[in-house]
């Protein structure tokens, strides 16, 4: 029943980087007259005697996406309605009463999981500071799992995976990587010492805003097996259409993000010196105090992801998101349209980022497009 379907029948070369990967990983085998592309598998039921048998134990669909994200993280992944189903899935791995080990920098969604249940008495959470590995690692002493989600929302603070990772593991504790804001060409948490990677595969993955889905790329088989059975129990699985559409996504993720990253870090560096910006956030920029880190961590690129504050009022900066009219406000990530908001508008974020903080996901537009729009509304709301 909850056998795992890896669908790759591809021979993959050890040898291909990983932009080749999220270009070949997942496909059928070449064989004459074969289709290039998985089928989209749209069954609720399968005719029996196999271990198939009804459409919460799998999908082929499902087997070809995590063949890929598999092959791109180096480990075993399971599939999810989104990335808090598979980050529900992954708190299952903690004992009862056990303790989470939990970056206060860490999208909301995520911590209101732990934090609900916690409050049911399920696990117990110790909050952390995000960039302080000493602090995570003292924490970590009889912790069950660390979470640290790197790059962070919606700061973009880069945590110290291998150090975290290593001392996790020294103490006992699982390492999972939400590793969503990075995606799996910017960093391979398996190979950074960490258990699990976490992706919302809604955002960059899918890459389109068209789709929710989300997966866990597990180190150990025996905790692949075990999110597999959650997702047959709780019923969290992927839809066969999103599924196709992640690994569509994925084919075009590194040429994508290439494009919207080297835009991000243009927009950031700009941003840097513009009179109504008091603030950037982006992992890298020269001068940061996350500057050596992130270019030890991330050292093939810091993603499209870019914070920044308005020097001004509450009132001045959602003027100015009123303003845009090539950029579209909204929240999510990782499309190819830009999109951008004030992130203290959610309770749940009011608490880190500061009333003007602005979160910026930048998409494949052209970034001179992209900078006239930004500089022009700024001007207009802050004059
Ligand atoms: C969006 C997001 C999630 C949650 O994923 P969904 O697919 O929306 O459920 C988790 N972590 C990060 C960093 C995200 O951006």
């Known amino acids: 029943m909850t056998d795992l379907l890896y669908a790759s029948p591809l021979t993959l070369d050890p040898d291909w980087t990983p ?11 070449r064989v004459p007259g074969a289709p290039v592309n998985p089928a989209i598998t749209m069954s609720s039921t399968y005719v029996h005697d196999a271990s198939l048998e009804y459409g919460r134990d799998g999908n082929a669909g499902w087997g ?31 004992p009862l009463g056990g303790t989470v080990v939990l970056s206060s920098v ?26 302080d590995t000493a602090v995570i690692l003292e924490a970590a002493d009889e912790a069950a ?48 010492g960490a258990d699990i990677a976490m992706h919302s595969a809604t955002k960059l993955i899918g890459g389109h805003s068209d789709l929710l889905l989300g997966a866990a790329v597990c180190r150990d088989e025996a905790h692949a097996r075990h999110l597999a059975t959650q997702r047959h129990d709780h019923g969290a699985i992927p839809g066969g259409l999103e599924a196709f559409l992640a690994l569509r996504g994925l084919r075009t993720l ?20 513009h009179r109504h910006v008091s603030r950037v956030n982006y992992p890298g920029l020269p001068g940061d105090s996350q500057h050596e880190r992130a270019a ?31 950029l579209t406000h909204a929240t999510s990530l990782g499309g190819v349209e830009t999109l951008i908001e004030r ?41």
């Open 19 to 29: 932009d080749t990967l999220a270009v070949q990983a997942g496909r059928p085998a």
């Open 64 to 94: 070809a996406l995590e063949a890929a994200l598999g092959a791109l993280d180096g480990g075993r992944a399971v599939t999810f309605a989104s990335g808090l189903a598979a980050t529900t899935a992954i708190a299952d791995l903690v």
């Open 106 to 131: 860490t999208y909301y969604g995520v911590r209101n999981v732990f934090e609900r249940l916690a409050a049911a008495g399920r696990l117990r959470v110790r909050m952390v500071p995000p960039d």
């Open 145 to 192: 799992m660390v979470w640290v989600e790197s790059i962070a929302n919606p700061l973009m603070v880069v945590a110290d995976v291998p150090a975290i990772a290593a001392g996790a593991r020294e103490r006992g504790a699982l390492t999972v990587v939400d590793s969503t804001f990075a995606t799996p060409l910017r960093q391979r948490p398996l190979d950074l």
């Open 254 to 273: 590194a040429v994508r993000l290439d494009r919207a990253e080297a835009s991000a870090a243009e927009l950031a560096r700009r941003l840097g010196s």
């Open 296 to 326: 030890r961590v991330l050292p093939f690129g810091s993603g499209s992801m870019v914070s920044f504050e308005v020097a001004g009022t509450v009132e001045q900066t959602d003027a100015f998101l009123a303003g845009l009219r090539l």
């Open 343 to 383: 992130r203290a508008r959610y309770a749940g974020d009011a608490a880190i980022a500061g009333p003007t903080l602005c979160r910026l996901s930048v998409g494949i537009e052209n970034v001179e497009d992209l900078w006239t729009d930004l500089d022009r509304a700024l001007q207009a709301a802050c004059g």
